[in-house]
């Protein structure tokens, strides 16, 4: 499996040209594609990249790939990231790595979002992914209590599970913007754009894991080979 994210990462690497400036996504299928970027810009390609997650900007200044951020650019010409599923439309659940806030904000930022994934990740249907919904601590009860009447509204259902830190002693996890992630288990989403625009308007909601129209090309790697969706 990770030779395919490899593959994908270094499908996507053709796409970029000298002087661009690139959004830099977040897990193992970026990783490999921030490491293979590093051999290039060693190698004299010119590029500046706005990690979207500290663990991406530590990545980037260890392979020598110079970075910037949103607020010395005025956009981006391409965001490589990769994602946790992708339907047909090229509509995204993302946020498995907990970076999803800052992911969505460059990837809206760039003119183009190229998706790396291996091709478990394809489906038809979003949803059996469990949907990353990151959340302001203050108020928890009553944006889970908002959020069902969301789910309601959009015609699913679903259990939250409060995202825990990955050492396993009980710690609550915390995004780089100091925010919580509740992971809600749904199934099938019916209308992603729909349920997308409910959870948005959730105060306490910071963001959510779909990505709905941000993604313009998906290379997926697989056993017979690379495909790439537009
Ligand atoms: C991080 C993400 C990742 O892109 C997504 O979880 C996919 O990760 P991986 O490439 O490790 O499967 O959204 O927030």
Request: hydrophobic share 45%.
């Amino acid at each position: 499996m990770d030779a395919l994210k490899r593959q994908a990462a270094a499908r996507a690497l053709e796409e970029v040209r000298s002087g661009m400036k690139l959004g830099l996504g977040t897990g193992s299928t970026a990783k490999h594609f921030v490491d293979l970027l590093g051999e290039k810009v060693r190698a004299g390609l010119k590029v500046v990249g706005v990690p979207t997650s500290e663990a991406t900007r530590a990545q980037a200044e260890a392979c020598g790939v110079p970075l910037t951020t949103l607020d010395d650019v005025d956009h981006l010409d391409l965001t490589i990231d990769g994602a946790d599923e992708i339907n047909p439309a090229l509509d995204l659940i993302k946020g498995g790595g907990g970076a999803l806030l800052r992911e969505k904000i460059v990837a809206n930022a760039s003119d183009r979002m190229i998706v790396i994934a291996d091709e478990t990740k394809w489906v038809e249907r979003l949803g059996r992914f469990p949907l990353p919904v990151e959340v302001i601590p203050f108020g928890l009860a009553a944006t889970q209590r908002a959020m069902t009447e969301a789910f309601a509204k959009a015609g699913v259902s679903g259990q939250m599970v409060l995202r825990k830190a990955g050492a396993g002693d009980g710690h609550v996890f915390v995004t780089d913007g100091g925010h919580w992630i509740i992971d809600v288990r749904l199934g099938e989403i019916e209308d992603p754009p729909r349920l997308a625009g409910l959870l948005s308007a959730i105060p306490g909601v910071v963001e959510h894991g779909l990505f709905i129209g941000l993604g313009s090309t998906a290379i997926l790697a697989g056993a017979q080979g690379i495909r790439v969706i537009q």
